[in-house]
């Protein structure tokens, strides 16, 4: 099936730092969401992106879908404790529908106070 | 309003034990899907339903069987559990509009000994 590839797998900042994180693919992904998860829950929608080039914030997230279709990227600025758990980007790709999305395999943010 | 919610939230299963995992919804959304986590894998889709009475395979179904006879309730049956299948087992739902966008219960975790 498709793959998404996420980097880096993990990251350990200082509060207060910028974070960026991205997802590429080998192929066109016609949809790009990207998610966090924290410890013992489920994973919570961040931003979601429906047009290639789009640039989306929410608070202090900004995140891009790539021109190409084949990437995004999530910045997160001034990193404060509460931003640390697993942030997943996940995309549809082309051809597919009913919701159906592929999930990369996550970015473990840790902040240190 | 409870979002998606998932019950039981634990389960040790011996291997051949069967057992059903219950997700319900509030949220009125004619989506409903079943994801496994496993570690560095991300999320991987079991099954999908896109109404009451219906439902799909995604990529991983083989050992796995489903039911929707009632539009909140989507339901995840174990046959015969094999340790394979200890993972967190994620419910979401999302409605058709922005299938998308989907929103994930809390987890269960199994395991199969």
């Known amino acids: 099936g498709q793959q998404l590839n996420q980097s880096p797998q993990s990251m350990f900042i200082q509060e207060g730092e910028d974070v960026s994180m991205n997802c590429t693919s080998s192929s066109i992904f016609n949809t790009w969401l990207w998610y966090k998860q924290d410890p013992g829950e489920g994973p919570v929608l961040l931003i979601a992106?429906?047009?290639?080039?789009e640039l989306t914030s929410n608070g202090r997230l900004t995140a891009q879908f790539g021109i190409t279709r084949k990437d995004s990227f999530l910045n997160i600025s001034a990193s404060i404790p509460s931003d640390v758990g697993i942030y997943f980007c996940?995309?549809?790709?082309?051809?597919?529908?009913?919701?159906?999305?592929?999930f990369g395999q996550g970015t473990i943010l840790t902040v240190h106070p | 309003n409870a979002g998606v919610t998932q019950t039981p939230k634990f389960r040790v299963l011996k291997t051949g034990q069967s057992m059903t995992l219950l997700c319900a919804q509030d949220?009125?959304?004619?989506?409903m899907y079943w994801y496994r986590q496993d570690p560095g894998m991300g999320l991987r889709l079991i099954h999908y339903?896109?109404?009451?009475?219906?439902?799909a395979k995604g990529e991983v179904p083989d050992g796995y069987n489903v039911s929707r006879l009632k539009k909140q309730n989507f339901l995840l049956g174990l046959e015969s559990a094999a340790p394979s299948q200890t993972s967190v087992y994620f419910c979401?739902?999302?409605?058709?509009?922005?299938?998308?966008?989907?929103?994930f219960g809390p987890g269960t975790r199994l395991t199969v000994t």
């Open positions: 992106l429906y047009k290639a080039g």
């Open positions: 339903s896109v109404g009451e009475g219906t439902t």
């Open positions: 996940a995309g549809q790709p082309g051809g597919t529908s009913y919701g159906k999305l592929t």
């Open positions: 979401a739902s999302s409605y058709s509009g922005r299938s998308y966008e989907q929103y």
């Open positions: 949220m009125n959304h004619e989506y």
